[in-house]
C-alpha cells in the first residue's frame, strides 16, 4: 500500500504491509512515524481488498503520532 499526502499527492511512504484490518492503522502509524512525516492529510493507492471500505470511506489525518479521522477545519 502506498501513502500519500492529500494536499500535494507526493508519496510519503511506499510498500506499507498490511496483514490484517485490525492492524491496518498501526502498520501506517508505525511507517508515517518512522519517517518522520509532519502532520498532514494523507490518503492512500494500492489498498489491499479488505481494507478498501475502512479507508476510503473517511477522510485521514496523520498528527505526527496518530492516525486519525479528519474533522473539518
Not at 519517517?35 to 498528527?63: A, T
Request: net charge negative; aromatic share 10%.
Amino acid at each position: 500500500m502506498t501513502v500519500l499526502s492529500q494536499e500535494t499527492q507526493q508519496i510519503l511512504a511506499e510498500d506499507v504491509k498490511v496483514s490484517s484490518l485490525e492492524n491496518l492503522t498501526l502498520s501506517i502509524e508505525y511507517i508515517l512515524h518512522s519517517k518522520e512525516i509532519e502532520p498532514q492529510r494523507v490518503c492512500f493507492l494500492k489498498v489491499p481488498q479488505s481494507c478498501k471500505k475502512f479507508l476510503y470511506s473517511k477522510d485521514w489525518f496523520w498528527d505526527g503520532e496518530k492516525l486519525l479521522i479528519y474533522q473539518g477545519d
